[in-house]
């Protein structure tokens, strides 16, 4: 009797499919939503909406005579796409290159091309509270007005345009800051210096945090340091990294975003109590 051969099968490349090696490794066997939502093509479901309304937004409300009115890691990723010759459309060029990296990284993964709506509407409830917090946090380490997106004279926009400015901080921050250095810092350390995925991910959120802080105006009008100012950012970046870190990119993107959209809100809420 002819003895039938097993078909092997090839796991899924998770330690790819969130920019690097962090999520997949600190949720293995989760299962259920915990999985599902770190996804890239679950992420990329979830942050579509956010992408789009952004690149609607730079030509509707941000466009200026003197140019665009976006925050700095947009800008960033924009005047990098012009020095290699793609100026015509550089502007909207980064949200069509994150939507490409996300489904790169689904297919490298070899996880189904599925999307469950259910876990996307989680989603958003789970960012939602991740940004309270994060709001919360700043209030009690700034005793003042929450801060918000910068790059750009946020409290001369009008309230639309914040909210775009908002959006794009959240997406763009947290794929410079999380995703492009987690996955670089992760694998200088871990890959080619041999350190453990614990350590080399515990340098990935320090370093990214000091670098998040950096990017920031932390000094006030004669250009001392705001201390107080200084260490929420650095807080902040150690919270998206943990949420990066535990709870994939597009946890942390939304998050980002949320906080930002409720700052903008809270500030345009103020400005009218002072007037």
Do not use: C
Not at 88 to 115: E, N
Request: aromatic share 10%.
């Amino acid at each position: 009797m002819a003895k039938q051969k097993r078909k092997k099968t090839r796991p899924a490349r998770a330690d790819s499919a969130q920019g690097g090696f962090s999520s997949a490794h600190f949720a293995q066997g989760q299962g259920g939503y915990w999985d599902e939502s770190r996804k890239p093509l679950t992420s990329l479901a979830f942050l579509l909406p956010l992408i789009l309304l952004y690149q609607i937004q730079i030509a509707r409300l941000l466009a200026t005579s003197e140019g665009v009115l976006t925050n700095r890691a947009h800008l960033g990723m924009v005047r990098l796409l012009e020095l290699v010759g793609m100026s015509p459309k550089a502007l909207f060029l980064p949200g069509f290159l994150l939507i490409a990296i996300l489904l790169t990284q689904h297919a490298w993964s070899r996880r189904p091309w599925r999307v469950d709506l259910a876990t996307v509407v989680r989603m958003h409830g789970e960012s939602l509270g991740w940004a309270f917090a994060v709001l919360v946090a700043s209030q009690l380490l700034l005793r003042a007005a929450p801060v918000a997106a910068s790059g750009v004279d946020f409290a001369s926009l009008p309230l639309a345009s914040r909210i775009a400015v908002a959006i794009g901080a959240g997406l763009y921050e947290e794929l410079i800051f999380r995703m492009t250095m987690f996955y670089a810092i992760g694998t200088l350390f871990h890959d080619l210096l041999g350190l453990s995925r614990k350590h080399a991910m515990a340098i990935a959120v320090g370093l990214s945090s000091i670098l998040f802080m950096g990017y920031h105006s932390i000094h006030d009008e004669s250009g001392a340091v705001v201390w107080s100012l200084a260490f929420f950012y650095f807080a902040a970046g150690i919270a998206f990294g943990l949420i990066y870190a535990r709870r994939g990119f597009g946890i942390a993107a939304g998050t980002h975003a949320f906080y930002d959209i409720a700052t903008a809100l809270l500030a345009a809420t103020a400005a009218r109590g002072a007037t």
